[in-house]
Each structure stands twice: as C-alpha cells, then as structure tokens.
C-alpha cells in the first residue's frame, strides 16, 4: 500500500505498513482519503533531523462546513470523536534512515493526525513515536526531500518562511474503497 503526497517541493511516494500497524495506518489512510491533508502545511521544519506536517486545513470552500479542529496545533485522529489514539510501537520498525514516516504525539497514546519525516535517522525517538511507512520515491539526492529540508525557517520556532505543504494526495490501491 502506498500513497503520494504532492507538496509545493515536489512529489513523496509512500510505502505504509499497514499489516505492522493497522491502527495508524488506517487513520493516515481515511485521512487521506477524505482530503484533510490537502492543502495543509509542514509547520515545522529542522534541518538534519525532519520535516512535520498533518494539521488539516480547513475547507478551502468556505461555504463547506467541517466537524474537526484545524491549525497547527490540531491533530484530530478519526478514532474518539477527533481524539487521539495509542501507540503502535513495534522494535522492528525504528527511526534508522532518512526517509522514515512517523507519528507525531503530545506524549504517549496521544497520537492524532500529525506525522513527520525524517531527514536523518533518530534512534532517540524509537519506543516513543510509531514509524507507520517510509519514502520510496522523492528522498533520492536532489529531491523533493532535499528541496523540502532546504527551505528557510524563522529560527526559534523552526517554521518554514515559504509556503511549504501538502497540496493533494493520491492513494494507490485503496483497501478502505472496498469497505461497505
């Protein structure tokens, strides 16, 4: 299972593993697939360690309405009412490469909607975040990873001073279409 996340530097192509951790992959999958990834941004930005993305945007109709909270600091998970949901750590899914998906979290079994990708490994961050998938197209040299961990942040806050987000996303073989 994959998916592609179109962003403003390029394209990322992403292997989920969704037989290792079903519960976060099947979150990151529904929301992709009802569109709250589009158009949101990677609001955190830190060179040599990652990129952090998944705080939905709002509906860029206005006239359309939506049941969840918005903003960087929002994580709505679609399990507990837009809550968060427990950890899946596994010891062979690590935080070892560059490339690596992760969940991002306020603390333990407090996962929602935000994730990140790491430029680098950070074993510091194994048994603490659940690795859910890894880039297979888009981290090779010259890349939209490059592009990405080359934009210019604000300093203290680490947030990127161009426009950096999530445009569209295309799911390749969706196994939640073929749910009643």
Avoid: W
């Avoid at 998970?77 to 750590?89: H, P």
């Avoid at 680490?158 to 999530?166: F, G, L, S």
Wanted: proline share 7%.
């Amino acid at each position: 299972m994959s998916v592609t996340l179109n962003t403003t530097h390029g394209a990322l192509k992403i292997e989920l593993f969704c037989s290792a951790v079903q519960t976060t992959a099947y979150n990151f999958l529904a929301l992709c697939a009802s569109g709250r990834y589009d158009h949101s941004p990677f609001h955190r930005l830190i060179p040599g360690f990652m990129i952090q993305g998944g705080s939905p945007a709002p509906p860029s109709d206005s006239s359309q309405t939506f049941d969840y909270p918005t903003g960087t600091k929002a994580s709505p998970s679609i399990y507990n009412d837009n809550g968060t949901f427990a950890d899946e750590v596994r010891p062979a899914l690590r935080h070892n490469a560059r490339g690596v998906l992760s969940m991002a979290n306020k603390g333990p079994d407090m996962n929602g909607s935000q994730f990140f990708v790491l430029f680098a490994a950070a074993p510091h961050l194994d048994a603490k975040n659940t690795v859910f998938g890894k880039v297979i197209e888009g981290q090779e040299e010259g890349g939209t990873l490059d592009a990405m961990e080359r934009v210019a942040t604000d300093g203290k806050k680490a947030r990127p001073v161009e426009k950096c987000e999530i445009e569209s996303v295309v799911i390749h073989a969706n196994p939640l279409a073929d749910e009643g």
